[in-house]
């Protein structure tokens, strides 16, 4: 060897150059990568799976209930924090003219004797009302958006196990380049 060169590390490397390290850090991020647009896919597929079920329900309940008036027969006082309907007691008279009584949801504060708005089935139980447009969108976001999130962490929690094995290699590669260079150097040939 001439004067002022040094030799690199005996151990060979690939033609590129790059340590195992190197390669083991891309593949970790083109998995990562990967994973990431599969879940992205999966919650939009979990989003339509679940909007297409629950308009279907919608329409099912849409045509299996009907709306109709009810008479509060107890006070509705203003309603407790966070709740915009709670229970009570209402009357109503039905096609044939028979009268009955149960129990749904209203929003107060209202009196006694208000009339409300209520759904029954055919067979005159009180229902709830049919899904909205706007409950199916909150469901279905919901639904998608938890998909991602708890995905998520778990693409994020295994990407940081990864990433640990990856630094992991990259020190024991440097120990051992280390140990192959630091005698030349410190001798300074």
Known sequence: MLA????????????DGRRRSDRVADLVAWVVSATVLVLLGASVLVGLDVHGDLTDRAAAEARDRTPITAVLTEDVPVLPEGRNRVPADVRWTDRTGVEHVGRTEVAGPRRAGDPV????TADGRLVRAPLTGTEIVFVTVASAGAVLVIGGFVVAALAHLAAGGVARLRATE????????????????
Not at 4 to 10: L, N, R, Y
Not at 174 to 189: A, F, N
Request: charged fraction near 50%; avoid cysteine.
């Open 4 to 15: 002022g060169e040094h030799a690199g590390p005996s151990r060979p490397r690939r033609r």
């Open 117 to 120: 708005d209520a759904w029954v």
């Open 174 to 189: 440097w120990e051992r380049e280390w140990d192959e260079v630091e005698p030349r150097w410190r001798d300074g040939r």
